[in-house]
């Protein structure tokens, strides 16, 4: 049986989050981002780590977005309000996803039991 790795487990020290969050622009040189701007990005809410007494684990969805964040930052030149409004509004935008995929389901369940109400009033019909 194959291990499918939960993308939500947080698995990472700060440490070895800072290291394996790095511009990706500059190459393999580029040095990892700071603890502190972690723990400052944590209390801004731009990301929000399991703590376990005092100590922050990051999850690999967790390193996906502090990368986003330093490319917005870093790259694009947005500030960190920016940054706060652009993943809120990408946030959002994932929720009216998965919201829309739940509506396609439920729509085609309705229209299974439209077809298998329509059967049902057709064999009757042609019932003597």
Same mark, same amino acid.
């Given at each position: 049986?194959?291990?499918?790795?939960?993308?939500?487990? @947080?698995?990472? *020290?700060?440490?070895?989050?800072?290291?394996?969050?790095? @511009?990706?622009?500059?190459?393999?040189?580029?040095? @990892?981002?700071?603890?502190? *701007?972690?723990?400052?990005?944590?209390?801004?809410?731009? &990301?929000? @780590?399991?703590? &376990?007494?005092?100590?922050?684990?990051?999850?690999?969805?967790?390193?996906?977005?502090?990368?986003?964040?330093?490319?917005? *930052?870093?790259?694009?030149?947005?500030?960190?309000?920016?940054?706060?409004?652009?993943?809120?509004?990408?946030?959002?935008?994932?929720?009216?996803? &998965?919201?829309?995929?739940?509506?396609?389901?439920?729509?085609?369940?309705?229209?299974?039991?439209?077809?298998?109400?329509?059967?049902?009033?057709?064999?009757?019909?042609?019932?003597?």
């Amino acid at each position: 049986m194959a291990y499918i790795k939960d993308r939500d487990e @947080p698995i990472y *020290t700060i440490s070895i989050a800072a290291k394996l969050v790095r @511009p990706t622009a500059h190459g393999d040189d580029a040095k @990892p981002i700071h603890a502190q *701007t972690l723990r400052m990005y944590d209390r801004l809410g731009l &990301v929000q @780590p399991r703590k &376990v007494g005092k100590n922050r684990f990051y999850s690999d969805r967790d390193i996906e977005r502090l990368q986003q964040i330093q490319h917005l *930052t870093q790259h694009v030149k947005v500030n960190l309000s920016g940054v706060a409004y652009i993943i809120s509004l990408l946030d959002q935008m994932r929720r009216a996803d &998965v919201l829309a995929g739940q509506m396609e389901a439920m729509l085609r369940e309705a229209e299974e039991c439209a077809g298998q109400i329509e059967q049902k009033r057709g064999a009757k019909a042609e019932a003597p």
